[in-house]
């Protein structure tokens, strides 16, 4: 079956504008979750939606980021006002359940430069 | 607050040699623990993981270790082949689900 995809593959952006990131998970994946790395860096937990709500907002750097999740499905990340160093690879990763089948599967990523 | 050390930061080892990498996590309630590989430019991919009523997991040329009491797990690859190269990420986790990634480790394997 088909596996995470995210839009766009590539975005770049002038300092100070909005952007949003989306991601579609694996069909009924229950469990979303957004991450970011920067160059040569590890991946930083963002937030992590389940179902439709986010328990966990805490990786979220800045009220500049927001996040949603409609029908338990596609998630938006929204990065208002974007700064040089919001500049990484966005990475989405679903999983059916993260009680008992804990395999995350991780999308192709969104890579973002500010300018 | 929750934390991964992974070590060594970059690893080269002659095709055919054994290459070992260790994690170290500070929260003890985790409870899964994933390796991931990523190639250049391409999503993370998992290669093992195991659970906290395990201490070892083996799939074919990969193992895992793991000792709760130390908090630390360990990835081993024997005989390795040139396509093993590559950045290693060790994470942990609880009930959530959210990994809490190590630094990763390139590993270079010369032919």
């Known amino acids: 079956g088909a596996g995470v995809s995210q839009s766009p593959s590539n975005k770049v952006t002038e300092k100070g504008k909005d952007v949003e990131l989306r991601c579609d998970p694996i069909?009924?994946?229950?469990?979303l979750y957004w991450y970011r790395q920067s160059l040569g860096q590890g991946l930083e937990f963002l937030i992590y939606?389940?179902?439709?709500?986010?328990?966990?907002k805490s990786g979220l750097p800045s009220d500049r980021f927001s996040a949603e999740r409609t029908g338990g499905s596609v998630s938006t990340l929204t990065i208002q006002r974007t700064q040089q160093e919001d500049s990484a690879v966005y990475l989405c990763?679903?999983?059916?359940?993260?009680?008992?089948?804990?395999?995350?599967?991780f999308g192709p990523g969104t890579r973002l430069l500010v300018l | 607050g929750e934390n991964v050390e992974q070590h060594p930061s970059t690893l080269s080892v002659q095709e055919g040699d054994s290459a070992v990498i260790k994690c170290t996590y500070s929260?003890?309630?985790?409870?899964?623990f994933p390796w991931y590989k990523q190639e250049l430019g391409k999503r993370p991919q998992l290669i093992i993981d195991i659970r906290s009523n395990v201490g070892e997991k083996k799939d074919q040329r990969i193992a895992v270790t793991l000792n709760k009491t130390a908090k630390h797990f360990s990835l081993h690859i024997t005989e390795t082949q040139p396509e093993d190269s590559a950045v290693y990420f060790c994470?942990?986790?609880?009930?959530?689900?959210?990994?809490?990634f190590g630094q990763g480790t390139t590993l270079q394997v010369k032919p």
């Open positions: 990763a679903s999983s059916l359940d993260p009680t008992s089948e804990k395999t995350q599967y």
């Open positions: 929260d003890s309630a985790s409870n899964y």
């Open positions: 994470a942990a986790s609880k009930w959530t689900g959210k990994l809490i």
């Open positions: 939606f389940q179902g439709n709500s986010a328990p966990d």
């Open positions: 069909s009924g994946h229950t469990a």
